[in-house]
Nanobody, 124 residues
Framework: QVQLVESGGGLVQAGGSLRLSCAAS????????MGWFRQAPGKEREFVGA????????DYTDSVKGRFTISRDNGKKTLYLQMNSLKPEDTAVYYC?????????????????WGQGTQVTVSS
């Protein structure tokens, strides 16, 4: 059974940091590119960042570049999102997703498996 389980969300003040984790099971994690998406209240889900199967390539949406870092540990089957200098506009439910290819993608339809999400709330 495929599972993606996010953790690490919570409430943080603006300027603070959080590290999200996504534990994968039930599929060959090391051969899948992975991504993070987020959905703020009343908005469409949007791309945050993605990483290739061995972590040699990453991409980010412009609004998080220089603040967020995506990484992975294939031995632990875990994806990470380090979020620094958080802003109130980063408040959203954050989802990890798995893509059945080794290269990264920025669109939702390119991802096959999804987690349930973890809430991140940034207070001003």
């Amino acid at each position: 059974q495929v599972q993606l389980v996010e953790s690490g969300g919570g409430l943080v003040q603006a300027g603070g940091s959080l590290r999200l984790s996504c534990a994968a099971s039930g599929f060959s994690f090391s051969t899948y590119a992975m991504g993070w998406f987020r959905q703020a209240p009343g908005k469409e889900r949007e791309f945050v960042g993605a990483i290739s199967w061995i972590g040699d390539s990453t991409d980010y949406t412009d609004s998080v570049k220089g603040r967020f870092t995506i990484s992975r540990d294939n031995g632990k089957k875990t994806l990470y999102l380090q979020m620094n200098s958080l802003k109130p506009e980063d408040t959203a439910v954050y989802y990890c997703a798995a893509r059945r290819f080794i290269t990264i993608a920025t669109i939702e339809d390119a991802y096959y498996y999804w987690g349930q999400g973890t809430q991140v709330t940034v207070s001003s």
